[in-house]
């Protein structure tokens, strides 16, 4: 699995900037546990933003971290974050709460990287795919040589990620990354499940079939 690319997560100061917590962390708004989203989304819909920072906060590294591996391009993904929760704060009105807070934030996202996807079809360069990927943790011991093999074992697997239609990259990606279940991806794609697993086999046949192609002509 590749790391996580926590650096240079976006800040969204007009919902209340930017807070790193660890995974444990529970932040309250109002005295209410941020393990539901409910009463944050009806103080946003009454007029709290600070409410909906919290939202923010809980979600931003998450989001931009599986953005970054499907678009390969910190950058985007950086901007695509901002856009999420620009349109989320926006049509909040219309979240008609039948999936969760998450889902609903994903699902937009989603939408708006496969727009950028399609308008921009390119390999994803060596810096990027280090950026997207994020730094791996030197063993003890590891020489230059080691580390430059383990740097571009990360760029071959990014490029052969970048290179898989966008229905097969965005259940790999969530999936692979995200660890999410078949049922989670099916509610954030607003696929079948069924539809999930088929994709999800035929994206790991299409990335096992790329990279053996890029080994095969290794020198």
């Known amino acids: ?6 650096a240079g997560a976006p800040s ?20 209410l546990a941020l393990s539901d989203d409910g009463p944050l989304i009806e ?5 709290e933003s600070a409410a909906f920072g919290q939202l923010v906060r809980k979600y931003q590294d998450r989001l931009y971290n599986t953005l970054a591996h499907l678009t390969g391009r910190p950058e985007d993904a950086r901007d695509l974050v901002q856009d999420a929760f620009v349109q989320a704060f926006v049509k909040l009105e219309t979240f008609k709460r039948q999936s969760g807070f998450y889902t609903w934030l994903y699902r937009i996202a989603f939408n708006l990287a496969a727009t950028t996807l399609r308008r921009r079809r390119r390999t994803v360069s060596v810096e990027a795919a280090r950026e997207s990927s994020g730094q791996e943790p030197i063993e003890p011991g590891e020489g230059p040589h080691q580390r430059l093999e383990q740097d571009e074992r990360c760029r071959q697997v990014q490029e052969a990620i970048a290179q898989l239609g966008d229905e097969y990259r965005s259940v790999l990606v969530l999936r692979e990354m995200e660890g999410c279940s078949y049922e989670r991806i099916a509610e954030i794609l607003d696929l079948p499940v069924g ?4 994709r999800l086999h035929r994206a790991r046949a299409q990335l096992r079939d790329q990279l053996e192609e890029v080994l095969s002509v290794e020198p």
Do not use: K
């Not at 660890?22 to 005295?31: A, D, E, L, N």
């Not at 539809?195 to 088929?198: E, G, I, Q």
């Open 1 to 6: 699995m590749i790391g996580a690319a926590t």
């Open 12 to 31: 969204l100061r007009g919902f209340g900037g930017r807070t790193e917590l660890s995974p444990t962390t529970r932040v309250s708004y109002s005295g």
């Open 43 to 47: 103080a946003t819909l009454a007029g």
């Open 195 to 198: 539809t999930v697993r088929s």
